[in-house]
Protein backbone atom coordinates (compact mmCIF):
# COMPACT_ATOMS: atom_id res chain seq x y z
CA UNK A 1 0.00 0.00 0.00
CA UNK A 2 1.50 3.64 -0.55
CA UNK A 3 1.12 6.21 1.84
CA UNK A 4 0.44 9.57 1.14
CA UNK A 5 2.67 11.94 3.52
CA UNK A 6 1.22 12.95 6.36
CA UNK A 7 2.77 15.25 9.33
CA UNK A 8 1.59 13.80 12.12
CA UNK A 9 0.96 10.36 11.32
CA UNK A 10 2.44 7.10 9.10
CA UNK A 11 -0.55 5.25 9.55
CA UNK A 12 -1.84 3.53 6.25
CA UNK A 13 -4.33 4.86 4.39
CA UNK A 14 -6.47 1.52 4.33
CA UNK A 15 -6.24 2.38 8.87
CA UNK A 16 -7.32 5.91 8.33
CA UNK A 17 -10.40 4.79 6.77
CA UNK A 18 -11.25 2.16 8.68
CA UNK A 19 -11.25 4.55 11.34
CA UNK A 20 -13.05 6.98 9.39
CA UNK A 21 -15.86 4.58 8.71
CA UNK A 22 -15.67 3.72 12.85
CA UNK A 23 -16.16 7.58 14.00
CA UNK A 24 -18.44 8.70 10.91
CA UNK A 25 -21.84 7.49 13.10
CA UNK A 26 -20.82 8.84 15.97
CA UNK A 27 -19.96 12.19 14.29
CA UNK A 28 -23.71 11.71 12.81
CA UNK A 29 -25.63 10.78 16.01
CA UNK A 30 -23.99 14.44 18.13
CA UNK A 31 -24.93 16.18 15.33
CA UNK A 32 -28.27 14.86 15.58
CA UNK A 33 -28.92 15.69 19.60
CA UNK A 34 -27.39 19.26 18.69
CA UNK A 35 -30.22 19.80 16.04
CA UNK A 36 -32.68 18.07 18.30
CA UNK A 37 -31.77 20.40 21.46
CA UNK A 38 -31.43 23.68 18.81
CA UNK A 39 -34.38 22.79 17.69
CA UNK A 40 -36.69 22.23 21.33
CA UNK A 41 -34.81 25.20 22.11
CA UNK A 42 -36.45 27.60 19.37
CA UNK A 43 -39.96 25.79 19.91
CA UNK A 44 -39.95 27.30 23.46
CA UNK A 45 -38.98 30.21 22.47
CA UNK A 46 -41.78 30.66 20.11
CA UNK A 47 -44.39 29.15 21.99
CA UNK A 48 -43.31 32.06 24.93
CA UNK A 49 -43.50 34.23 22.39
CA UNK A 50 -47.04 33.34 21.28
CA UNK A 51 -47.84 32.87 24.94
CA UNK A 52 -46.83 36.82 25.12
CA UNK A 53 -48.96 37.36 22.11
CA UNK A 54 -52.01 35.81 23.47
CA UNK A 55 -51.63 37.95 26.69
CA UNK A 56 -50.82 41.13 24.93
CA UNK A 57 -54.83 40.64 22.74
CA UNK A 58 -56.32 39.86 26.67
CA UNK A 59 -54.57 43.06 28.01
CA UNK A 60 -55.80 44.61 25.12
CA UNK A 61 -59.55 43.10 25.09
CA UNK A 62 -59.94 44.26 28.95
CA UNK A 63 -58.11 47.92 27.97
CA UNK A 64 -61.41 47.90 25.44
CA UNK A 65 -63.62 46.74 27.88
CA UNK A 66 -62.66 49.14 30.40
CA UNK A 67 -62.70 51.98 27.48
CA UNK A 68 -66.38 51.38 26.96
CA UNK A 69 -66.83 51.37 30.62
CA UNK A 70 -65.12 54.88 30.67
CA UNK A 71 -67.65 56.13 27.78
CA UNK A 72 -70.52 54.98 29.46
CA UNK A 73 -69.18 56.55 33.39
CA UNK A 74 -68.23 59.77 31.04
CA UNK A 75 -71.51 59.69 29.64
CA UNK A 76 -72.71 59.71 33.35
CA UNK A 77 -71.04 62.72 34.30
CA UNK A 78 -69.75 61.38 37.29
CA UNK A 79 -66.09 62.01 36.78
CA UNK A 80 -64.07 60.66 39.72
CA UNK A 81 -65.58 56.81 39.04
CA UNK A 82 -64.82 57.87 34.81
CA UNK A 83 -61.58 59.16 35.54
CA UNK A 84 -60.28 56.13 37.57
CA UNK A 85 -61.57 53.67 34.60
CA UNK A 86 -59.71 55.37 32.38
CA UNK A 87 -56.93 55.42 34.00
CA UNK A 88 -56.82 51.66 34.58
CA UNK A 89 -57.94 51.30 30.35
CA UNK A 90 -54.41 53.52 29.49
CA UNK A 91 -52.58 50.74 32.00
CA UNK A 92 -54.02 47.88 30.84
CA UNK A 93 -53.23 48.97 26.95
CA UNK A 94 -49.18 49.74 27.92
CA UNK A 95 -49.39 46.22 29.12
CA UNK A 96 -50.43 45.37 26.22
CA UNK A 97 -48.17 47.47 24.17
CA UNK A 98 -45.30 46.21 26.27
CA UNK A 99 -46.45 42.08 25.87
CA UNK A 100 -46.81 42.37 22.26
CA UNK A 101 -43.14 43.77 21.88
CA UNK A 102 -41.78 41.66 24.01
CA UNK A 103 -43.46 38.29 22.23
CA UNK A 104 -42.70 39.94 19.19
CA UNK A 105 -38.57 39.39 20.09
CA UNK A 106 -39.07 35.99 21.47
CA UNK A 107 -40.21 34.97 17.80
CA UNK A 108 -37.86 36.72 16.35
CA UNK A 109 -35.02 34.77 18.13
CA UNK A 110 -36.90 31.55 17.57
CA UNK A 111 -36.27 32.02 13.97
CA UNK A 112 -35.82 30.67 11.56
CA UNK A 113 -36.77 27.27 12.77
CA UNK A 114 -33.74 25.33 11.18
CA UNK A 115 -30.86 23.83 13.45
CA UNK A 116 -28.21 26.71 12.32
CA UNK A 117 -25.44 25.26 14.55
CA UNK A 118 -26.01 21.22 13.52
CA UNK A 119 -26.17 22.22 9.87
CA UNK A 120 -22.92 24.30 9.94
CA UNK A 121 -21.11 21.28 11.63
CA UNK A 122 -22.15 19.01 9.36
CA UNK A 123 -21.13 21.26 6.34
CA UNK A 124 -17.81 21.35 8.33
CA UNK A 125 -17.34 17.80 8.83
CA UNK A 126 -18.62 17.04 5.33
CA UNK A 127 -15.39 19.59 3.96
CA UNK A 128 -13.15 18.13 6.21
CA UNK A 129 -14.05 14.53 4.52
CA UNK A 130 -13.47 15.47 1.41
CA UNK A 131 -10.35 17.09 2.25
CA UNK A 132 -11.37 20.71 1.52
CA UNK A 133 -10.40 22.27 5.31
Same mark, same amino acid.
Given at each position: ?44 ? +? ?35 ? +????? @? =? ?5 ? =? ?24 ? @? ?5 ? @?????
Amino acid at each position: MTQSPQPDSQEPIGALMHRLSEQIPDLVRSELRLAQVELAEKGKR +AGAGAGLFGAAGLLALLGAATLVATAVLALDLVLPAW +AAALI @V =AVVLLAA =AGVAALVGKKEIQTATPAAPERAIAG @VKEDVAV @VKGQH
